[in-house]
T-cell receptor, first 107, second 116 residues
Framework: AQRVTQPEKLLSVFKGAPVELKCNYS??????LFWYVQYSRQRLQLLLR??SRESIKGFTADLNKGETSFHLKKPFAQEEDSAMYYC?????????FGTGTRLKVLA | DTGVSQDPRHKITKRGQNVTFRCDPI?????LYWYRQTLGQGPEFLTY????????KSRLLSDRFSAERPKGSFSTLEIQRTEQGDSAMYLC??????????????FGSGTRLTVV
């Protein structure tokens, strides 16, 4: 079955602390994974794609096929990072989203 | 181009009434998706169009739900005989497709449906 699991509903960290948002997936083929972010009162938007191996707003995510994980990391959290983060897996025609993790960065 | 537009932003309806939502994708995007999101959940796939062809429908999409995308441009999602369980945020997204890459979605702001 194709599935994305985000085990944490809420993650609170202090400003300047490292952040790791966990994402595990289940997929039989070669996965394509994404992180989407939703800031308060804004629409859901693409943050990064594993295929690009990019760093966006200081965030990176590495696909670990052995652990079937795609954790989102940032070395130093900023208050403006507070948002809802969704991990997504690309299926044949559609994306399968996790339930999301709310990140709160405390001053 | 202002991105993906959805109308209306909010809709309150009485149980049993029919409702229709509209989505205008980014003009050069040939793929259009409808998702539903309830509180505490991630977006759940409902249906997918490539141009005007509806290529996949989720089992979540009961017979009361129908979607169209005439001429491969805007799309409508209709819910007939609404039930309280239909209350959710309905999201539309579009994407471009080109060989060998996946560009992710561009989402609209959504239509929040409340069935009373």
């Amino acid at each position: 079955a194709q599935r994305v699991t985000q085990p944490e509903k809420l993650l609170s960290v202090f400003k300047g602390a490292p952040v790791e948002l966990k994402c595990n997936y289940s997929y039989s083929g070669s996965p394509e994974l994404f992180w989407y972010v939703q800031y308060s009162r804004q629409r859901l938007q693409l943050l990064l794609r594993h295929i690009s191996r990019e760093s966006i707003k200081g965030f990176t995510a590495d696909l670990n096929k052995g652990e079937t994980s795609f954790h989102l990391k940032k070395p130093f959290a900023q208050e403006e990072d507070s948002a809802m983060y969704y991990c997504a897996l690309r299926g044949t025609y559609k994306y399968i989203f996790g339930t999301g993790t709310r990140l709160k960065v405390l001053a | 181009d202002t991105g993906v537009s959805q109308d209306p932003r909010h809709k309150i309806t009485k149980r049993g009434q029919n409702v229709t939502f509209r989505c205008d994708p980014i003009s050069e995007h040939n793929r259009l998706y409808w998702y539903r999101q309830t509180l505490g959940q991630g977006p759940e796939f409902l249906t997918y169009f490539q141009n005007e062809a509806q290529l996949e429908k989720s089992r979540l999409l009961s017979d009361r739900f129908s979607a169209e995308r005439p001429k491969g441009s805007f799309s409508t999602l209709e819910i007939q005989r609404t039930e309280q369980g239909d209350s959710a945020m309905y999201l539309c997204a579009s994407s471009d497709s080109y060989a060998g890459q996946s560009d992710g979605y561009t989402f609209g702001s959504g239509t929040r449906l409340t069935v009373v």
